[in-house]
């Protein structure tokens, strides 16, 4: 979810979303869900070799403490886990008082999405610095869940690099869209990038003409649907146009993309436009770590 700084969050994604994704895996031929055992589709016969991701990463990180199909999505939660220890304990700095809830401040001395910080001062990096931030416990451990099993469908299907542009890109996207809707909002959250990962698994389901293919498309819309339905409540404080700016961002950067099986020639290019993506959101880091230490 992406939050707003009227409102504390109370996050719908528990109730909606739970794709258990861990034996799953798309069969190259037919696209029917078969699992990570299967060495021949048990629908179309098809022989199955490795998975990309397989292929690249042959074996476990730390001795199979951690599986390379969740070793990117990991990396990712590290850094919003660190992002979100970092504001805590900045946060009892400023107010005297340990909590679970960073202070607003905090938030935007991180790198939150602020209009006139942005539009005004210059400092683009919140628009990606703002997608690592969490305004509370349930914030993230709602976020995380999600993006825990939803990552692992995208870099299966898309491959890690096509995985990380995404996520990257969706993430700007969808703060664009806060950035031109809400200016003067506050707003964080991973789901901008989140709902790139929906756009792009609803444009792998528009690829794909088949009744499966039609299954896939239609599972992540009503994914979209209920969370953006969700989201008109004013309880909840929910910014549905990061949510709407990163869903589109992610669909069409899914949908020109494609799918290393689909387009595999473009390997060379996606590896590095990951780079690409990676340098910029360190220097954006970078630039957020120089803003906080100038305040101090």
């Not at 909606?16 to 034996?23: A, F, G, P, S």
């Not at 990570?36 to 998975?51: F, L």
């Amino acid at each position: 979810m992406l939050l707003q700084s009227e409102k504390r969050w109370r996050g719908p994604w528990h109730a909606i979303m739970r794709l258990t994704v861990d034996k799953r895996r798309m069969c190259p031929n037919c696209r029917a869900f078969i699992t990570t055992d299967d060495k021949v589709c048990p629908y179309c016969d098809a022989k199955v070799g490795p998975r990309a991701i397989d292929r690249a990463y042959p074996s476990d990180v730390l001795g199979g403490l951690i599986p390379h199909a969740r070793f990117t999505t990991l990396m990712i939660l590290l850094i919003n886990a660190g992002f979100y220890l970092a504001t805590v304990l900045y946060s009892s700095r400023i107010t005297g008082q340990m909590g679970l809830d960073p202070d607003q401040g905090a938030l935007l001395d991180f790198g939150g999405k602020s209009g006139y910080d942005i539009l005004v001062r210059g400092q683009w990096w919140r628009l990606i610095t703002a997608g690592f931030l969490h305004g509370g416990i349930m914030h993230i451990l709602m976020n995380s869940w999600v993006l825990f099993d939803l990552g692992v469908a995208v870099e299966e299907a898309y491959g890690t690099s096509r995985y990380l542009v995404i996520y990257f890109i969706s993430t700007i996207t969808g703060y664009l869209a806060s950035l031109w809707w809400a200016p003067r909002v506050l707003s964080i959250g991973a789901s901008a990038g989140i709902f790139g990962l929906i756009g792009a698994m609803i444009a792998l389901g528009v690829h794909d003409r088949s009744s499966r293919g039609t299954a896939i498309r239609n599972m992540y819309l009503r994914w979209a649907m209920y969370v953006l339905i969700i989201g008109l409540l004013p309880i909840f404080a929910i910014d549905n146009a990061a949510h709407i700016g990163g869903g589109i961002g992610g669909f069409v950067l899914g949908y020109f993309a494609g799918t290393p099986r689909l387009s595999g020639a473009g390997d060379g290019f996606w590896r590095g436009a990951a780079i690409f993506a990676a340098a910029v959101t360190a220097l954006a880091f970078v630039q957020m770590f120089l803003g906080l230490t100038a305040t101090q």
